[in-house]
């Protein structure tokens, strides 16, 4: 027997990630423009740093709270009532080591091997990833791409609900098709999770980058104190912390003692000096939020004006996220279009395959970066499809 044999059918099942696989194909070309993975180019600014540094030299270095620091539980309730114009209470707040670790928190939490939880697809590869590492049944529910943009079909999600189903895994603005579900969608998805007795996971991580207003629409604007809702987010992409690995759950005050342990028997909370520099982020980074979602929407018509104008390309310029999610007529398969590219243009792009049912034939650009950079995908971009 071999080592790999002797192994979990879960570890053995998870696949190879589409988009690591083309980075490593291609990552020391030196002419590489890297629109393959979903973060910007600048590093995280001076003022978080400054918070964090100043907490290690204050050795800030032991073992803290669980549910996060005091201080930046109170800073995220307070950002909710900034932006969401909700008041929330610091209790329904749980920092965690990433926002992938909060959705695998969250999964644990409702779901137990065997059971359910449906999700919209396209879809970022790593919700199905980490449904199947907890033995949970991925349901994918396909969106459709019809008139030019994604569209949720309610029946096709409601008849997808079934004696298992646990979760709904609802992520809008949506990675990487950029679908952002309006009030009435929100609405009718939540209704269904009601009538059925079920939760919804939102991920919302994309809510500030959202193009027609200050936010886009929310659970939060639409739910009760008795929905059965757990939000996911994360502090690496309105702040350029995508390495800090931090992120936070909110959920009712009930399942604080549930997920201070699922904490506790992880990570057992995230560092100090982090949070402090996440608490500097929250607390002082609105303006900068506000400065990277100017710059993507800059990007975004550059990237997808330029995609467009080839009339050979499928793709809904986005309402949010940043992200151009785009099939080129004549390239179905998304992964060999993927690799061409990159060889023959230098432009480093994800293939659709890796985010499951829908996205085989498209490709995903993150357009987070400097504007020259994005001006050369254009341009490079343009020119390849044309000429195909």
């Not at 990007?299 to 809904?316: G, K, P, Q, W």
Request: glycine share 8%; aromatic share 10%; with cysteine.
């Amino acid at each position: 027997m071999s080592f790999l044999d002797s192994l979990s059918p879960q570890a053995r099942s998870v696949p190879e990630s589409e988009i690591v696989a083309v980075v490593n194909h291609a990552r020391l070309r030196e002419d590489v423009v890297p629109l393959w993975v979903g973060e910007g180019d600048r590093p995280t600014p001076a003022f978080i740093c400054d918070a964090t540094e100043r907490s290690l030299r204050a050795g800030e270095t032991f073992y803290t709270w669980q549910r996060g620091i005091p201080p930046l539980r109170q800073a995220l309730a307070d950002y909710y009532g900034r932006h969401f114009g909700t008041g929330a209470d610091p209790e329904t707040f749980f920092v965690t080591g990433s926002g992938m670790l909060a959705i695998r928190m969250s999964i644990e939490a409702v779901a137990a091997p065997g059971d359910e939880i449906i999700y919209l697809s396209p879809a970022w590869p790593n919700i199905v990833a980490a449904l199947q590492l907890s033995s949970t049944r991925a349901v994918g529910v396909q969106l459709d791409f019809t008139d030019g943009g994604w569209h949720l079909d309610m029946d096709r999600l409601a008849a997808a609900i079934g004696p298992r189903t646990r979760a709904l895994f609802i992520n809008t603005p949506s990675n990487p098709t950029g679908w952002t579900a309006n009030s009435e969608e929100l609405s009718q998805i939540l209704e269904l999770a009601r009538k059925a007795g079920i939760w919804v996971i939102a991920d919302e991580i994309y809510a500030r980058f959202f193009y027609s207003g200050h936010r886009s629409d929310s659970f939060l604007d639409i739910a009760d104190e008795n929905d059965r809702i757990i939000y996911v987010n994360t502090f690496s992409k309105n702040w350029s912390m995508t390495g800090w690995r931090i992120g936070w759950i909110k959920a009712p005050a009930e399942l604080g003692q549930v997920f201070e342990n699922l904490v506790q028997f992880s990570t057992s909370g995230v560092p100090q000096f982090t949070q402090q520099g996440a608490l500097a982020a929250i607390s002082q980074g609105d303006d900068y939020v506000e400065e990277l979602k100017e710059q993507a929407r800059r990007n975004r018509d550059i990237l997808c004006d330029a995609l467009l104008s080839t009339n050979r390309v499928r793709l809904s310029k986005p309402d949010g996220t940043f992200y151009a999610f785009f099939a080129i007529d004549g390239m179905e398969d998304s992964r060999a279009a993927a690799y061409r590219i990159v060889d023959e243009t230098g432009i480093g792009l994800a293939p659709g395959c890796g985010f499951a049912e829908g996205g085989e034939a498209f490709l995903r650009a993150c357009f987070l970066r400097k504007q020259d950079h994005v001006e050369t995908a254009a341009d490079r971009l343009s020119r390849f499809i044309s000429n195909i």
